[in-house]
């Protein structure tokens, strides 16, 4: 993402708690919680999108897009996959026996 200037990320109030209670919970799946890591250190620490993304093995692209879904909606937006679609895969017993 060479040429894209890194803007001032900012959270709000309510979301920075929020984001705090999801990790404290240990109930929040690994990629819920990676990605709010991502959005607290970006926040709270004005940390370059590079350095994030080594430190927690993301690709920078990776990093921007997370961030991108907070700006241009919400945080719901920036931690959980928007539904796809198509048919959900379905796995059974009787497709997994015999292989």
Known sequence: MRGRKPGKFQ??????AYLRK????GETSWRIARRAQILLQRADKEQRVGSLGEKFAQ?????????????????????????????????????????
Do not use: M
Not at 61 to 86: F, N
């Open 59 to 99: 690709n920078a692209s990776t990093i921007w897009r997370i961030c991108q879904r907070y700006r241009d909606g919400d945080l719901h937006a920036a931690l959980y996959d928007a539904p796809r679609p198509g048919r959900p895969r379905v796995f059974s017993q009787r497709s997994t026996q015999g292989h």
């Open 11 to 16: 959270l709000k109030p309510t979301d920075k």
């Open 22 to 25: 999801l990790l404290r919970d």
